[in-house]
Every structure is written in C-alpha cells, then in structure tokens.
C-alpha cells in the first residue's frame, strides 16, 4: 500500500472512532435541562441555553418587569419592622401614601421575576413615619418584631456555565436486554442462534450516530455568547458484514460490502445573541400580557466533514484462494471551512399562567469547505497463485492491492440544519408547570431527518431549589425519547443533572444520555 492511499482510510477510521463518543441525538445545543425533559425545552431555556431554542427568551432578563414567576429563583425573608408605643400620633399622609406605593411596586416587581439568581432586603427605616405629639420630637422606633414578607429581587446579570458536559451512545439495533439475551446468558452461540441475532439487524444495515458537544459561554443581561464543537453525523454497517463478524469468512460465500456508508461533520459555532421585551405596540399588548423577539448571529468554523460518497465490494474465500475486490470514492476536509448562519425568534407570556414561543434556527446555514479532497480508489487481492510464506510475495500483493487518484483543490459546500422550533408552557399549580414542544427539520443528512418531533414535559418543585423533571418525544430520528433530571439551584449557583434514553425504556432502550451542568452567577 503506497502512502498516498493512506487519507481515504484516515477518512473511514475517523468516522468509525468518532462512535464511541457522541451527544446531541438529532437535537442542537443540548444541556443538562433539556435532556432532562426529552428536548421539550424550547419556552423555559434561560442565558447561554437560550442560544439553538429561542433568542428571544433572552428578553426576559429586563429588569423591572413583571414577568412569570420561576419559584426556584424567588425565597421569602423576614424583615424586621417597628412595634409602635401606644401614644397620640399624627400621619404626613402625602409622605405615607408616597412610601406605600414604592412598597407595593418593590413587591410586584418581586413575585414576577423568571431570572431572579438572588434575593436580599436591607431593612430600612419604618415605612409609615410616625411622629408622637407632644412627647418629643424625634421619631419613636422601638424593638423590631419579624414578619415574614416576599423578598425584594436583587439581579445578577452574569451567567456562567462552566465544565459543563453530556455524552451519549446510540444505535439501531442493540439494547441492554439484546446484550443479555444474547452475549451475557453464558450460553453457546449456535448457528441458529447467531441467525437470530443477525435477524435483529435490517436489511439497511447497523446504523450508529455519532455527534458532541462540548459547550462554553456567558450571558450578561439581554446579550449571550458561546462557542462550541458540535460534530454530528451517520455511520453504517452493512447487514453482511455483521454476517462475517457473526459467522467468520465461508467458503464460496461472498460478503457483500455495498451498503457501508458514513457522513460525519464537525463545526464549532461562535454565537452572538441579544433578546428584548417589545414595550407600546397597542396590537400586541391586546393579545399578550408581554412580547419578546431576539436573534442570534453564528460564525460557522468547518474543523472536518468526511463523507463517503460510494462504496462496493466484496470479500470471498475458496479452497484454493482469498479475493476481496471494489471500489470507493471519499471527499475529507480538514480544518478550512467557514460559513454563516442566522437564529431568528419571538416569545409571549399569554397570561399570569400562559406562555409560548417561535423560532427559525440556522437560516442560509451552509459551510463552504476550501481544499477539500477527493479520493477514488480501487482494491483488488486476490491470493491465488501466492506463496504466503515468501516475505517478496507478499509485499508485492500488498503493493499491487490499492490503486488510487487524489484530486484537491476542490470547493465543497455543506448545509448546516436548519430547523423550527415551537412550545408551551402552562403554570399547573404554584410548584407545577407542563411543556409542549414541536420541532421541524429541514434536511435529511447527518442524523436528521424531516419526520415532525412532538414532545412534553413537566417540571416540579417540591422545594423552590430542588426541581424535578420529566419529559417524552416522539418522532424524527431516534423515533421515541424519555427523559428525567434535577436540579441544585442554589443563590449563586445552579447544578443541573439529565438522563434520556431512546428508542426504548430501560432494558429495551437502545441509546442512553447523561449529561450535568453548572451555572454560575455573578
């Protein structure tokens, strides 16, 4: 084998090794959250999260405004207030009436605050001045007594997720109950059973996704920005390959390589969004109580996209000899792609209990890839006639085994999925809220698909920092979805855990997805 021959199977390595290692299962910008609710995450993302669901929930962040409640985010304090001695008094009734409607604006603002991080309450002087006469003229404060009273929100406008991760193997066909049925009975593996094992897998072929995510951002007030390595793509195995693994090489009994296909692409996006509250448009404020639009501007760096354009071929043994022949055509590019791509959204809180949200993602995403490279190449072995015990024999074979033709210089553009993202959300009860989700995709490669995702969820809060999460989709690649997680939401700092799994329940489930996150708040 010459050297020049050595990229196309570089290409074919790397998109077999990138099996063992992926995320985002069909999704984009997956955190700990979403996976916990099964990707019905679209009305509630909050900060970096906000960037691949909705900009526009960026908005929230603004101060002052009476927005939902998000209980995890509010506590109650006591704060201290005067006990008044028992004497004559008179009121400044215009500084009282002036000093009451601060107190109720402060409280307002404080039961509807979804981003509040924090709260505190320095106690200040007596609401109501009362001034005794004639007994003196300074103002009477004597011991404070505690009441209990909502909290007065204090805003932290940065967000920082940080050494934050999430990991997933996915597959067609094998589950935790096909391993034990199959491979950990301690039983032997006859030729009948190994046919029903290789019954399990369609004609199509074992497909496997690999994909990750490795995120990094912040978010300070309405603005977030973030970088990430999202690789995403499809790997096939032919059914008669898993043959030979089951079975081994037979004499006169070709292996058929044709269905072998992989597509794998890896992009870093750097992100910049902004979301704002839309305030004095009289058609909107007829029909919601607020409105929001945002956008977010991505850089696209191209670091590979490695695609195997054809391939056929067959191996077969005989008495006599071993012949394995065919063809394949291979287009890699590394690290010189670059492109654009636009998130476009808007949000509304209906109501106090009601809210909903629209957005188009990755619109004119595609990535023009500058150098790629083409490799066709043709293999023929075929031993008979050989002496396999003489070493000059055998590197001629070898030599003789690959012919190829490398053609570079080539401009390449790829798309980058462009989606549409639609939720709910409704406020059950003060510790209960529900989701629903609907997500569309506009391409079919990589490991997307134009087969419509519906989803829903449900959050609780048994304690205001403890939430408990669960969630379920339906439809597009993975075909069925489940998730569970919680939350550590401290002042200060958030600890989020997820768990997924898909195409399945437990045992029967063919893909798994752990992820954590951390959020710090400054």
Do not use: C
Request: net charge negative; charged share 20%.
């Amino acid at each position: 084998m010459n050297k020049s021959s050595r990229p196309i199977y570089i290409s074919i390595l790397l998109s077999m090794l990138l099996l063992g290692v992926h995320v985002l299962d069909g999704q984009v910008n997956m955190s700990a959250r979403s996976i916990g609710v099964a990707g019905t995450y679209m009305t509630q993302s909050r900060g970096v999260d906000a960037i691949g669901w909705n900009p526009a929930n960026l908005g929230y962040w603004e101060a002052h405004k009476p927005l939902v409640v998000d209980e995890a985010e509010l506590t109650a304090i006591e704060q201290p207030v005067p006990v008044m001695p028992e004497v004559e008094i008179s009121v400044n009734v215009d500084e009282t009436a002036l000093q009451l409607d601060t107190l109720v604006e402060d409280l307002i603002v404080a039961q509807a605050a979804p981003d509040v991080d924090s709260v505190a309450v320095e106690p200040t002087e007596p609401v109501v001045k009362l001034q005794p006469e004639p007994i003196s003229d300074e103002p009477v404060v004597q011991e404070h007594a505690l009441i209990s009273a909502p909290a007065v929100r204090v805003r932290k406008a940065l967000r920082v997720p940080f050494f934050s991760a999430a990991g997933q193997l996915d597959n067609s066909v094998i589950s935790p109950a096909w391993i034990s049925q199959y491979l950990s009975s301690g039983g032997y593996l006859d030729k009948e059973v190994k046919e029903e094992m290789l019954n399990t897998f369609p004609e199509t072929g074992w497909s496997l996704v690999p994909a990750i995510r490795a995120p990094f951002g912040v978010a300070i007030g309405n603005f977030a920005f973030s970088i990430n390595l999202e690789v995403n793509g499809s790997v096939v195995i032919p059914k008669d390959m898993m043959g030979m693994i089951f079975n081994g090489l037979r004499f006169d009994e070709p292996v058929s390589l044709d269905d072998y296909r992989s597509d794998v692409q890896a992009v870093v996006p750097i992100s910049f969004a902004y979301g704002k509250e839309m305030t004095g448009n009289a058609t909107l404020d007829k029909v919601f109580k607020r409105f929001f639009v945002g956008g977010a501007l991505k850089y696209l760096y191209g670091v590979s996209r490695l695609r195997t354009e054809s391939f056929s071929g067959s191996i077969s043994t005989h008495k006599e000899l071993v012949q394995f022949s065919g063809s394949s055509s291979a287009m890699m590019a590394l690290f010189n792609g670059s492109g654009f791509a636009l998130d476009l959204g808007a949000a509304a809180d209906v109501n106090d209990r009601m809210s909903a949200g629209l957005s188009l993602h990755n619109l004119l995403g595609t990535i023009q890839w500058t150098n790629a490279s083409t490799y066709d190449a043709t293999f023929d072995l075929n031993t008979k006639g050989v002496d396999l015990t003489d070493n000059a024999q055998v590197d001629s074979l070898s030599d003789n085994f690959l012919t190829e033709e490398e053609s570079s210089g080539e401009t390449v553009k790829t798309s980058y999925p462009t989606y549409l993202l639609a939720g709910l959300q409704y406020n059950l009860a003060p510790k209960m809220t529900i989701y629903a989700n609907y997500r569309q995709y506009f391409v079919e490669e990589l490991n997307f698909d134009t087969s419509p995702i519906f989803s829903v969820a449900a959050e609780a809060r048994p304690a205001a920092w403890l939430p408990l999460r669960l969630g379920f989709s339906f439809g597009g690649f993975e075909e069925f979805k489940w998730g569970t997680g919680f939350g550590l939401n401290f002042a200060g700092y958030h600890l989020d855990v997820g768990f997924s799994q898909t195409r399945g329940m437990f045992n029967d489930a063919k893909g798994v997805s752990i992820a954590f996150e951390q959020t710090f708040f400054f």
